[in-house]
């Protein structure tokens, strides 16, 4: 097995942010960014080291629950089934009872690319990098944006855009109480059969020889490839567009090790 470190970091807003921030929109967020880099200036920094021995292909699960409020704090659990990071409410802190607001929080994890994820329960953006693994996608209240996955993928109960590309499928897409546009972008090597339902939207293809057909209203099915795997998407208030997944030519030694 592969050991790896895992690097959690919470970067806190505090203060005057929060203040200025409950005045141009209500509630908290949680932007949530997987192999990623961002960083603002003047943050601060809380990090989080840990080693874990995990197994190509473990499950990670990254969650935190929709009706917290307050500043999180982050608990690691590794599992027999996986790796689980959770945000977890906390008692308000003296600046966050005295402004009303909460801090923002910015969680960035780094984690190895042979994994399958699942995340749910952020009020906030979703980034995700490239994993050679599933993806499940729950309860987000905030666009989502995943540059790679593979096998299979699930999203429900989204509250934004989606982008994601699927560099090979063998168990399939299900897409359901989704509202806002979804972007499909499919690597070529991806055979499927797309059935959208329920949808206050349309289909559109980028794909070459992929023609859409529309049966009813709100209804759309397509063969892409030589067919096969499902892609299956209802109750979708936005439109869906099928594209070519484009692979980047170089890539960077973090980005070929996953760390």
Do not use: C
Not at 131 to 145: L, P, Q, R, S, T
Not at 146 to 173: C, H, P, R, T
């Amino acid at each position: 097995m592969k050991r790896i470190i895992l690097v959690v970091f919470l970067v806190v807003i505090a203060g005057v942010a929060g203040v200025v921030r409950s005045h141009s929109r209500g509630g908290s967020t949680w932007p949530l960014v997987i192999n990623g880099h961002k960083q603002s200036a003047g943050d601060v920094r809380d990090e989080i080291r840990k080693s874990y021995e995990l197994a190509p292909g473990t499950r990670v699960e990254v969650s935190a629950s929709q009706e917290v409020l307050n500043r999180r704090k982050i608990t690691i659990d590794n599992t027999p089934s996986g790796l689980i990071i959770r945000g977890e409410k906390t008692d308000g802190s003296f600046l966050s009872r005295m402004f009303g607001s909460s801090p923002t929080e910015h969680v960035t994890l780094k984690l190895p690319r042979q994994i399958s994820l699942l995340t749910r329960g952020v009020n906030g953006s979703v980034n995700v990098g490239e994993i050679d693994g599933a993806v499940e996608v729950h309860g987000i209240n905030g666009k989502v944006d995943i540059a790679q996955a593979s096998g299979s993928a699930e999203f429900n109960g989204i509250n934004g855009n989606i982008s994601v590309g699927l560099k090979q499928l063998d168990k399939g897409v299900d897409v359901h109480g989704i509202n806002g546009n979804i972007e499909l972008r499919l690597g070529e090597a991806v055979n499927a059969d797309l059935d959208a339902h329920g949808m206050n939207g349309k289909v559109t293809s980028d794909l070459p020889n992929v023609v859409v057909d529309k049966s009813s209203h709100g209804s759309y099915s397509a063969q892409i490839g030589k067919g096969g795997t499902s892609i299956s998407a209802s109750g979708i208030n936005g439109n869906i567009r099928l594209t070519r997944m484009i692979r980047a030519s170089t890539e960077t030694d973090e980005s070929k090790s996953g760390s």
